[in-house]
């Protein structure tokens, strides 16, 4: 299994960006997907999933401002930044849970891209 982030960069205060993960290797329509992200020194934190049939689950930092959604025919999942803050500079992961059960622990999820560094400057 392979998942792949892109698309993360710089972003003034305000603007937008698109995350990509593409997903090799898994039946992925079978798979929920999550964003995450993390700073040095800091554990892992839950940004957003969205189920194998489209339903999706944000945290209340994300609430408003990022929309998750995939194309199960490109094996795809989206996240995108609306509004971004400072506050959202991370490396941003992309994750598969095989579970149906809406999780948002970093420890349950199966498989993890390599992570995409967003940057917001103020």
């Known amino acids: 299994v392979q998942l792949q982030a892109f698309g993360g960069g710089s972003v003034q205060a305000g603007g937008s960006l698109r995350l990509s993960c593409a997903a090799s290797g898994l039946t992925f329509s079978s798979y929920a997907m999550g964003w995450f992200r993390q700073v040095p020194g800091k554990e892992r934190e839950f940004v957003a999933r969205?189920?194998?049939?489209?339903?999706?689950y944000y945290a209340d930092t994300a609430k408003g401002r990022f929309i998750i959604s995939r194309d199960n025919a490109k094996n795809t999942v989206y996240l995108q930044m609306n509004t971004v803050k400072p506050e959202d500079t991370a490396v941003y992961y992309c994750a598969a849970d095989s579970s149906g059960v809406v999780r948002t622990s970093a420890y349950v999820y199966h498989f993890w891209g390599q992570g995409t560094l967003v940057t917001v400057s103020s």
């Open positions: 969205i189920s194998g049939s489209g339903t999706t």
